[in-house]
């Protein structure tokens, strides 16, 4: 602002020396000149960050809205008070989401660089200020990842700088560690959101905030509905009574740790790995809470050596590399996916790295009343009450 202020006075003082301006024009563009400038604070008059309030009053644009996670991101920004626009791949399916109230919803291809900035695109030039990718492969194996992880966010982050947005919120994995230290079990998925992050923080005039949480509520959640038929918690034993742990985070917690992202200047161009609140459970802390909230007597646990894993891996890794199959190459990365989970713990510890207020037990808790939303990929037995309802009244 000084700077171009400071330009316009010597373009006055110029035009007054060629007679194409008045000695009182001058006299004015010489104050400015000699003028002290504003400090910055006056200028901005920025209050104070808030967690789970703030807002900047800016636009934003959160793509993977129609994901697990982004729909109570686009929630959340609403909440808030910003202007909200929701990317989705089908807009009359995503008018009716309830979560999407009081957000303009947007049909785009996040796979197509060109159609992103178009006029009346979520990208379209001097659209957007702040961008929330929820992006994500279903399925995690090779080709998803690279080409949603990867290469579908990268269109995002070009989308967004070219349309002139300051800001860039990722949602990223706090496993991605594995990838940065090259660990012999790290995934495919972890390399690609890896190769992501490297080009955002590269991307010129375009700050961002990467937000990398352990796990997700849902998905330490699918074996509930079997604990309750009265079959046992299965867990991976990685010999001498050790299990995986973590502290997952719930899905408004996550949600609102996004959308703060927006605002703390804590959070401007850092990593920021994050988990619940809960100091952290193990995978035989979580099947003996789950039996207790179902009024189990006794906990049934079935642990399973993690060395069937390996085994698992091994077979169809054998039998993708023998016959050239691009499926048999995506089962032995699934494979890989779940020895992944099973050995490594998902856990924050330091105080700024816990965020939110909902416990493990306080969502369970609710999911044994009011039942869960079946998803294939993260809750692997579970059935929603209504689904149970439907299936009974057949």
């Given at each position: 602002?000084?700077?171009?202020?400071?330009?316009?006075?010597?373009?006055?003082?110029?035009?007054?020396?060629?007679?194409?301006?008045?000695?009182?024009?001058?006299?004015?563009?010489?104050?400015?000149?000699?003028?002290?400038?504003?400090?910055?604070?006056?200028?901005?008059?920025?209050?104070?960050?808030?967690?789970?309030?703030?807002?900047?009053?800016?636009?934003?644009?959160?793509?993977?809205?129609?994901?697990?996670?982004?729909?109570?991101?686009?929630?959340?920004?609403?909440?808030?008070?910003?202007?909200?626009?929701?990317?989705?791949?089908?807009?009359?399916?995503?008018?009716?989401?309830?979560?999407?109230?009081?957000?303009?919803?947007?049909?785009?291809?996040?796979?197509?660089?060109?159609?992103?900035?178009?006029?009346?695109?979520?990208?379209?030039?001097?659209?957007?200020?702040?961008?929330?990718?929820?992006?994500?492969?279903?399925?995690?194996?090779?080709?998803?990842?690279?080409?949603?992880?990867?290469?579908?966010?990268?269109?995002?982050?070009?989308?967004?700088?070219?349309?002139?947005?300051?800001?860039?919120?990722?949602?990223?994995?706090?496993?991605?560690?594995?990838?940065?230290?090259?660990?012999?079990?790290?995934?495919?998925?972890?390399?690609?959101?890896?190769?992501?992050?490297?080009?955002?923080?590269?991307?010129?005039?375009?700050?961002?905030?990467?937000?990398?949480?352990?796990?997700?509520?849902?998905?330490?959640?699918?074996?509930?509905?079997?604990?309750?038929?009265?079959?046992?918690?299965?867990?991976?034993?990685?010999?001498?009574?050790?299990?995986?742990?973590?502290?997952?985070?719930?899905?408004?917690?996550?949600?609102?740790?996004?959308?703060?992202?927006?605002?703390?200047?804590?959070?401007?161009?850092?990593?920021?790995?994050?988990?619940?609140?809960?100091?952290?459970?193990?995978?035989?802390?979580?099947?003996?809470?789950?039996?207790?909230?179902?009024?189990?007597?006794?906990?049934?646990?079935?642990?399973?050596?993690?060395?069937?894993?390996?085994?698992?891996?091994?077979?169809?890794?054998?039998?993708?590399?023998?016959?050239?199959?691009?499926?048999?190459?995506?089962?032995?990365?699934?494979?890989?996916?779940?020895?992944?989970?099973?050995?490594?713990?998902m856990l924050t510890t330091a105080p700024s790295e816990r965020y939110g207020k909902t416990t493990l037990r306080e969502h369970y808790e609710r999911i044994a009343r009011e039942g869960q939303e079946y998803d294939p990929y993260t809750t692997v037995f579970a059935r929603s009450k209504l689904r149970q309802q439907e299936e009974v009244a057949k």
């Open positions: 602002m000084a700077s171009s202020r400071a330009l316009l006075a010597h373009v006055a003082i110029a035009l007054c020396a060629m007679g194409e301006a008045s000695p009182r024009l001058a006299r004015g563009a010489q104050r400015a000149l000699t003028a002290r400038p504003m400090r910055a604070e006056a200028r901005m008059q920025t209050p104070p960050f808030v967690p789970g309030e703030t807002c900047t009053g800016e636009r934003v644009v959160v793509v993977g809205a129609t994901g697990y996670i982004g729909k109570a991101v686009v929630k959340e920004a609403v909440r808030r008070g910003y202007a909200t626009t929701a990317v989705v791949r089908d807009a009359t399916r995503g008018a009716t989401e309830p979560k999407f109230a009081g957000a303009r919803v947007v049909e785009a291809d996040v796979t197509d660089l060109p159609s992103l900035g178009a006029p009346g695109a979520p990208f379209a030039p001097g659209a957007v200020d702040v961008v929330v990718s929820c992006l994500a492969s279903r399925s995690g194996t090779k080709k998803d990842s690279w080409a949603i992880d990867y290469q579908a966010t990268l269109n995002c982050v070009e989308a967004a700088r070219v349309a002139g947005a300051r800001h860039f919120v990722l949602l990223s994995a706090y496993c991605v560690r594995s990838a940065e230290l090259r660990h012999p079990y790290a995934l495919q998925f972890q390399y690609a959101k890896k190769a992501l992050e490297e080009k955002l923080v590269a991307s010129e005039g375009l700050t961002h905030s990467i937000v990398r949480p352990t796990a997700f509520f849902k998905s330490v959640s699918g074996q509930l509905e079997i604990v309750d038929s009265g079959a046992p918690f299965v867990y991976f034993d990685l010999g001498d009574g050790k299990c995986a742990t973590c502290n997952p985070i719930s899905e408004p917690d996550l949600a609102a740790a996004l959308i703060d992202c927006v605002a703390d200047p804590a959070q401007l161009n850092r990593v920021w790995n994050l988990g619940g609140p809960d100091a952290g459970l193990s995978m035989v802390e979580q099947g003996k809470l789950i039996a207790q909230i179902l009024g189990k007597e006794k906990p049934k646990l079935l642990g399973v050596p993690i060395g069937l894993f390996d085994v698992i891996v091994n077979a169809l890794q054998w039998a993708a590399t023998t016959f050239s199959s691009e499926k048999l190459e995506d089962a032995a990365e699934l494979a890989r996916i779940g020895r992944y989970y099973a050995l490594e713990d």
